[in-house]
């Protein structure tokens, strides 16, 4: 069975600073792992995927995310923090067993301070 | 612009009611996915379809049911309102074949006072 286990529910840092936001998934097959954005009265959109190409994965907006299969692990960063990524980010895996099947973490909301 | 219409935007209902949920998935996906999100649960997986048939049950409640039709538009139909199924519906879509990826609406927000 699949599982996403997103480590804290708020994460708040200053404009400038680094992001992390983490991530850990359980998977019994290869899967396809992606970070998704909520912005406030919005639906969620797709900031990155890793579908076993690089494991460096670049996404919109600066952010990008590392995959360890060593530690089950698909966290998201970014170098320095700006006010309009105040968001909550979700962290997804997908595995494809005769059909797509998409489990969400619980989400991630992160402030941002002027 | 994701691709993915839901309607309406906005519904209050009273308890005990019945309301329908729309969506429209981006043209040629054949997968509709519906999800709830609510301060406490978070987010939700209810139901999905595929062409027309129900492919994969998640936490949907009995008076909840759902469909998808030959034009692939899917309607969430909630019966039985209570006070606790205030909440945004999103309704996603994905293509047949790829890696999965979903495309959401921009949700309806139901209100049930």
């Known amino acids: 069975a699949q599982s996403v286990t997103q480590l804290g529910s708020h994460v708040s840092v200053s404009e400038g600073a680094l992001v992390l936001l983490r991530c850990n998934y359980s998977?019994?097959?290869?899967?396809?792992l992606f970070w998704y954005v909520q912005y406030p009265n919005q639906g969620l959109q797709l900031l990155l995927k890793?579908?076993?190409?690089?494991?460096l994965v670049k996404g919109i907006n600066g952010f990008e995310a590392e995959f360890k299969k060593s530690e089950t692990s698909f966290h998201l960063t970014k170098p320095s923090a700006h006010m309009s990524d105040a968001a909550e980010y979700f962290c997804?895996?997908?595995?494809?067993?005769?059909?797509?099947?998409?489990?969400f973490g619980a989400g991630t909301r992160l402030f941002v301070k002027a | 612009d994701s691709g993915v219409t839901q309607t309406p935007k906005h519904l209050i209902t009273a308890t005990g009611q019945r309301v329908t949920l729309r969506c429209s998935p981006r043209?040629?996906?054949?997968?509709v996915y519906w999800y709830q999100q609510s301060l406490d649960q978070g987010l939700q997986f209810l139901i999905q379809y595929y062409n027309g048939e129900e492919r994969a049950k998640g936490n949907i409640l009995e008076r909840f049911s759902a469909q998808q039709f030959p034009d692939l538009h899917s309607e969430l139909n909630l019966s039985s309102l209570e006070l606790g199924d205030s909440a945004l519906y999103f309704c996603?879509?994905?293509?047949?074949f790829g890696t999965g990826e979903l495309f959401f609406g921009e949700g309806s927000r139901l209100t049930v006072l």
């Open positions: 998977s019994s097959v290869p899967p396809y």
């Open positions: 996603a879509s994905s293509a047949s």
């Open positions: 997804a895996v997908t595995q494809n067993t005769g059909g797509f099947k998409t489990i």
């Open positions: 890793y579908t076993s190409a690089a494991t």
């Open positions: 043209s040629g996906d054949l997968s």
